[in-house]
C-alpha cells in the first residue's frame, strides 16, 4: 500500500468530494464536467501498477516514475502527458560541515485531459519537501481556473514548485552573502569560511540540476498543449510561470558565479596574508640581523677601539639600538612590520 494517498473530485470546478478511494475514480470520470486528482506519496509497485491500470498509464512513463533517479523532464504520450520535476528545500542544518543541506523531492506527474496523477518520493513522509497542503490552498485559491480543467490543476502544482526553488535559490543567496562579510573579517576562522563556501558550491551544483531544466518543461508543455483550447485561456498564467523559471535560472548562475568570486577571492586574501607574513619575518630577521653582526665583531679575539674598557660596551649597545631602531621605523613605514 502506498504510504499516503490524497484524492480530489470537482465538478465543473466545485469541490464535490476527497479522499475517496483511488479505485473509485474511474466512476467518476464518466462525467464529462468531472476532473480528479489522485496523489500518491511513497507507493510501492503494487500500488503504482493498479493505478496503472485503472488510468492506462503508459509503461515506460510507470517505469520513469518508479526509478531511483530521473531527470527533469515533460514527455507527450498518446492520450497523456508525463511530467517529472523535483521540489526542493534546504535545512536548517546538516549531520556534517560538508554534507550538502539541500533537500529534493522528486514528483511524477500524469496529465490526462480530464484527470490528475501526482506521485512523491518523500524521504521523510511526516516532514515533507513538497507541502502539498499549499497546492491545495493553491488551487483552492484560483477556483475559477479549475474550469479549465487538468491544465489549470497542472500550472498551480508546478507554480508552488518553482516558489519552493525560488526560496532555495534566497536562503543560497543569503549563505553567499554571509561569506562575503567574513572574508574581511578577520575574527572569521578561515577553515570555516572554506568549508562553508565548498557546501554551498556543492549546493549550487544540485541545485542547478534540476532548476535549469526547467525552462524546457515548462516550453514544451506551452508549445504542446495536452488541451489546446484550455490551453490558451491559460497561455498568461503559463507565461508567468515560464518568466518565474527564467528568473530562478538566472539567479542560479548569478549565485554560483558570486560562489565562485567568493572562493577566488578566499584564496587571493590567503596568499596576500602569507605575503605579509613573509614581510614581517623579513622584517624582524633584519633587525635581529644587526646585533647579531654588531655583537659579532666585537666579539673577536683581536683588540678593537674600547677593548677592554667600559666605553667599547656601551659604544655597541648604542649601535644595535639606533640601527635597530632605524630598522623598525623603516619596515613599520613600509608597512613590513
Request: negative net charge.
Amino acid at each position: 500500500m502506498a504510504t499516503g494517498c490524497t484524492t480530489r473530485l470537482w465538478i465543473d470546478g466545485a469541490l464535490k468530494a476527497e479522499d475517496f478511494a483511488p479505485a473509485e475514480v474511474s466512476g467518476y470520470l464518466v462525467d464529462d464536467r468531472a476532473l480528479v486528482w489522485v496523489d500518491l506519496c511513497n507507493p510501492d509497485a503494487e500500488s503504482l501498477a493498479a493505478l496503472a491500470g485503472d488510468f492506462r498509464l503508459d509503461a515506460r512513463a510507470v517505469d520513469d516514475a518508479l526509478s531511483q533517479s530521473e531527470r527533469t523532464k515533460a514527455t507527450r504520450y498518446a492520450d497523456h502527458t508525463f511530467v517529472t520535476v523535483y521540489a526542493t528545500a534546504l535545512a536548517t542544518e546538516s549531520a556534517t560541515d560538508l554534507q550538502s543541506r539541500l533537500l529534493t523531492t522528486r514528483v511524477s506527474i500524469f496529465v490526462f485531459d480530464r484527470s490528475v496523477v501526482t506521485i512523491r518520493h518523500e524521504t521523510d513522509p511526516h516532514h515533507p519537501v513538497l507541502d502539498i497542503d499549499e497546492v491545495v490552498r493553491r488551487w483552492d485559491a484560483n477556483y475559477d481556473l479549475l474550469s479549465f480543467g487538468s491544465p489549470a490543476l497542472l500550472h498551480g502544482l508546478l507554480d508552488v514548485i518553482v516558489d519552493g526553488q525560488f526560496d532555495t535559490i534566497q536562503r543560497l543567496d543569503d549563505a553567499v552573502e554571509d561569506l562575503e562579510g567574513d572574508l574581511f573579517d578577520d575574527r572569521s576562522s578561515t577553515r570555516g569560511i572554506q568549508v562553508s563556501t565548498f557546501r554551498v558550491r556543492k549546493e549550487i551544483v544540485e541545485l542547478r540540476r534540476v532548476v535549469l531544466p526547467m525552462r524546457e518543461v515548462i516550453n514544451t508543455l506551452m508549445r504542446r498543449p495536452l488541451q489546446p483550447a484550455a490551453a490558451a485561456s491559460l497561455d498568461g498564467w503559463y507565461s508567468d510561470l515560464y518568466d518565474h523559471v527564467i528568473r530562478a535560472a538566472e539567479w542560479t548562475e548569478s549565485v554560483r558565479d558570486l560562489v565562485t568570486t567568493v572562493f577566488e577571492t578566499n584564496l587571493a586574501l590567503q596568499d596576500a596574508r602569507l605575503n605579509n607574513i613573509m614581510k614581517k619575518l623579513t622584517g624582524w630577521a633584519g633587525i635581529v640581523a644587526v646585533p647579531t653582526a654588531v655583537t659579532g665583531w666585537f666579539g673577536q679575539n683581536v683588540p678593537y677601539p674600547g677593548f677592554n674598557h667600559a666605553a667599547g660596551a656601551w659604544a655597541s649597545a648604542t649601535i644595535i639600538a639606533l640601527s635597530s631602531g632605524l630598522l623598525y621605523v623603516v619596515f613599520k613605514r613600509r608597512g613590513w612590520i
